[in-house]
């Protein structure tokens, strides 16, 4: 897998998805770090602008004692682009889908998701076309 998203990129990200009424949430354990695999979109996978996709994940291996801080969805474009696709959700109860609407992106076959729980997770590039006319 091809990794074109920077760390300093995953660590804004991770700043901006921590809104100031969150930071007063519980301390990380370390028993609470879930990085669940992207299941879709995968390599191949071709999302349509304006229409409505699910972004999918593994659900094995959720933490017994939940995950403490709510899941974000990004959408990354290599190292200069991050979009946020969802507000912040209740990543266990999810239950590994959730769906979002294709932003006016520039269409190209390099996004990438970020999911974020407790860490990122980039799942691998895929394509963004317009829709035909
Ligand atoms: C997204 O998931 C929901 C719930 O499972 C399903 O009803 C819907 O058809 C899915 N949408 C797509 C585009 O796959």
Known sequence: MKFTITTSLLANAIAFSIAPNEVNAAPLSVLDV??????????GTVWVIGTEVNVTWSTDNIPPD???????????????EIIPLSSNF???AADGSFTVTVPAVVPDNDYQIVL???????GPSFSIVAPSS
């Open 90 to 92: 209740d990543l266990v």
């Open 66 to 80: 939940g995950v403490s801080n709510g899941g974000h969805i990004y959408l990354a474009k290599e190292e200069d």
């Open 116 to 122: 974020f729980g407790d860490s990122g997770n980039i």
């Open 34 to 43: 879930w990085d669940p695999t992207i299941t879709s979109p995968v390599t």
